[in-house]
């Protein structure tokens, strides 16, 4: 049996649910008798803290999943950790995915995971028993000097993982997240999802698989067992992709659970009816992905073929079947230009979400759209040591200036406010609208 410790790098003050990837994975490794447990590393936890925590545990394997925004403080933080303490440290996510070099290249960092990990981490985690180290030969596996390895097929049938281990997200009060599918079939060129489907493509005839209706329903079941279920979050890229799936298993659902549940869609993936039925079963709020207000953005830059009047009529049907609607945009996207940011700023008034995130432009590695900026010269040299925020552009663009792109995104941000304080009562005093204020103002300066 070997003990598997992941660390959550937090990257801000405030509370957010870790990363999914490694609760399938600790689940999948304590079903083959392995201890898997997490440590959540907020911002004022050192190095040495960190390793202490390792010796005191006695752990065989260090894990760390990482997004390109926890890049930067994992670069920081792994080499002063490895050097306190002997112990393999492998990274996964989409970043190492993606930028395997680079993360190999960080001292403290032994191995990347590329892709999906449950198999591959039991097979790494069964050679370090075997004290064969570095694990060569392992496919998904990439060791610091070796060549890309090998893919495994994708995990199949996906009713055969175990659910994910609870006690590695840091759920709370009764909010639970669900992931009801693997693998995106839309070419969105920004899009970490599609960067997975991807790397299969040519290997695999296909990336998506989705889960029985009761296979999920049997997973709700077991948690209002065990513990609080007060509200679902489904964290599907895209939940309405299947309507004929949707629609029976909002049935069952409604029949069993009628608990309020939130999604993600794509306007060009829902009608009325389906709207209505998922309404029907306890949706209470879907997340829309509208990024752009410019037709010729969405369709020719991000292969986004939706119109503006699909959106405003999308954003009307899910008000009329009172759930929340979310719409999300993009600033400073490469080709666009200040007259698309305007249509922006115009769709969003028109389609008057009850509540909406923008985020500047970021070149995730492996979209199209990252390669596209390296191949333009978009990218300065040193886009590795940038910061991922969302809150400033890492871009030289030939149509929008960062300060272009910065004074569009206070721009939003006034926005934010307006839209926060007319929720308001209006006996509302000075100091709730102050404290609104300064709560949009830090989340916009977090980025």
């Known amino acids: 049996m070997a003990k598997v410790l992941f660390l959550e790098l937090d990257q801000e003050n405030e509370w957010a649910v870790a990363s999914i990837g490694p609760a399938f994975i600790a689940a999948y490794l304590r079903q083959h008798g392995h201890e898997v447990s997490l440590l959540r590393v907020p911002l004022k936890m050192s190095a040495a803290q960190v390793a202490g925590r390792i010796r005191a545990e006695g752990v065989d394997v260090l894990g760390v999943s990482l997004t390109s925004r926890q890049w930067l403080r994992a670069r920081e933080l792994m080499p002063a950790v490895r050097r306190m303490v002997d112990v393999p440290v492998i990274a996964g996510g989409l970043h190492p995915t993606f930028a395997s070099d680079v993360v190999l290249d960080t001292p403290g960092i032994d191995c990347v995971c590329l892709g999906e990990g449950e198999q591959a981490m039991l097979t790494f985690v069964e ?26 097929p994708p995990f199949e049938p996906i009713d055969a993982l175990p659910f994910m281990a609870r006690d590695m997200l840091d759920e709370r009060f009764g909010v639970v997240h669900i992931a009801t599918q693997r693998g995106c079939p839309y070419p969105c060129t920004y899009c970490a999802a599609r960067q997975f489907s991807d790397l299969y493509q040519g290997s695999y005839s296909s990336f998506g698989r989705r889960r029985s209706h009761e296979n999920v329903l049997d997973e709700l079941s077991h948690l209002r067992r065990h513990g609080e279920l007060n509200y679902i979050i489904f964290l599907d890229d895209t939940f309405t992709i299947h309507h004929a799936w949707v629609k029976a298993f909002c049935e069952s659902y409604a029949e ?18 389906l709207i209505s039925q998922m309404s029907n079963a306890g949706c209470r709020h879907i997340v829309y992905g509208v990024e752009s207000g410019s037709e010729r953005v969405r369709r020719d830059i991000l292969d986004r073929r939706v119109s503006n009047e699909r959106l405003r009529t999308v954003f009307r049907w899910t008000h009329e079947a009172g759930i929340l609607a979310t719409a999300n945009y993009m600033i400073g996207i490469p080709g666009e230009t ?10 969003h008034e028109e389609l008057d979400p009850d509540d909406f995130g923008y985020f500047v432009f970021y070149p995730y590695p492996g979209t199209r759209l990252f390669h596209l900026c390296k191949e333009r010269g978009y990218l300065p040299d040193n886009y ?18 960062a300060e272009d792109i910065e004074a569009y995104y206070r721009g939003f941000t006034e926005v934010m406010i307006r839209h926060r304080l007319k929720k308001l009562p209006s006996k509302a005093d000075s100091m709730s609208r102050k404290a609104i204020i300064d709560q949009i103002e830090r989340f916009a300066a977090q980025g």
Request: hydrophobic share 35%; aromatic share 4%; net charge positive.
């Open 127 to 152: 050679a370090v028993e075997r004290q064969e180290l570095p694990p060569r030969g392992i496919q998904n596996i990439r060791v610091r000097g070796d060549p890309m390895p090998t893919l495994r």
């Open 256 to 273: 069993r659970f009628h608990i309020p549940f939130s999604i993600h869609a794509r306007a060009e993936t829902v009608n009325e009816n």
């Open 338 to 347: 200040k007259e698309d940011l305007e249509r922006t700023l115009a769709l």
């Open 384 to 401: 590795y040591d940038l910061p991922a925020n969302h809150r400033t552009t890492i871009l030289t663009l030939p149509n929008l200036s």
